[in-house]
């Protein structure tokens, strides 16, 4: 049976009063959500090149952390419309979204929808490990209604927004604003923060210094979405859509490494789990050699302006 269809039958019996033991059991063992409110990341990652000189570091600390009213609108509205239309809405547990999610995989016959909520991702980021197990996804259930009984919703955003991962070792909307535009977060332009929303989903697939193309793809598809939701105008969803998009050089903040960076977090995180990459200190020396890194990377960006000049 398919993870989601067994995640919605347990869900039903939880909505209808119906808790068995394992769920008990299972949200007995999640951690306290005072954890959450005092939350102090450690550890980390430091990536080594091929002279053993420090080329990164994946830390588990999110960003720049900045209160939600320093956060504008636009940015706020672009990550709801595409990550969890209904989070005003639900108690944490968006079951409508769920059993959308589910029915799109059965007929695909695949587990590629999504169906978490911010509330959900929130847990899954603070406390949870990356794994695709119903034991971790019902532990992500359980955290996700114990949040919504515990902060207010603006308060679940705040954290949300601060502590994401958006790429290239930008955690958290501020960084991200800094890393992709070399602007604080309260700046963004609808083009922008539309762009900074769609990374949310695939950091890396997304990228506008992978691939650009997928990367306005994707912006669309946001835009679209807060169009769909009341945010924005069809107008103002073109206008945004053609404006042109000058991002900063990853060369700031010692990013000439970035993509081989973001190659080494994915392998890492998928071999061993998000808490040995952040929580226990790792030193990873890498055949990384600096000079042919940064030949490649000026070749990258040189072809990224290329192609924006070209789209006007």
Do not use: C
């Amino acid at each position: 049976m398919k993870l989601k269809v067994i995640i919605i039958i347990v869900l039903l019996s939880l909505l209808l009063g119906g808790i068995s033991g394992s769920y008990i059991a299972i949200a007995k063992g999640t951690p306290s959500i005072e954890e959450l409110k005092k939350y102090h990341p450690s550890g980390g990652t430091k990536i080594y090149s091929d002279d053993d000189t420090l080329i990164g570091e994946l830390k588990i600390e999110k960003g720049i952390f900045v209160p939600i009213d320093s956060i504008p609108k636009n940015v706020i509205n672009a990550i709801i419309a595409v990550e969890d239309s209904r989070f005003w809405k639900h108690k944490g547990i968006d079951y409508i979204g769920i059993a959308r999610a589910a029915a799109k995989d059965l007929i695909h016959a695949s587990l590629k929808e999504g169906g978490s909520t911010i509330t959900q991702q929130l847990a899954k980021v603070v406390f949870l490990s990356p794994e695709k197990t119903i034991k971790r996804k019902l532990m992500e259930v359980s955290l996700a209604v114990k949040i919504e009984k515990s902060l207010t919703k603006k308060e679940i955003l705040e954290l949300y927004l601060n502590k994401v991962y958006f790429g290239h070792g930008a955690y958290g909307v501020e960084m991200a604003a800094r890393k992709y535009f070399g602007k604080s977060a309260k700046n963004l332009t609808l083009a922008e923060s539309s762009l900074i929303a769609g990374l949310v989903k695939a950091p890396s697939s997304y990228s506008p210094y992978n691939n650009l193309t997928k990367a306005k793809e994707r912006q669309y598809t946001v835009l679209m979405r807060m169009e769909d939701e009341g945010y924005i105008t069809k107008t103002e969803k073109e206008n945004a859509y053609r404006q042109p998009l000058y991002l900063s050089s990853l060369k700031k903040d010692s990013e000439v490494n970035g993509y081989f960076t973001e190659y080494i977090r994915k392998y890492l995180e998928e071999k061993y789990g998000e808490d040995t990459v952040y929580k226990s200190g790792l030193k990873v020396y890498t055949t990384l050699n600096r000079g042919m890194q940064e030949a490649a990377v000026n070749a990258v960006q040189a072809g990224i302006r290329d192609v924006d000049k070209r789209r006007g």
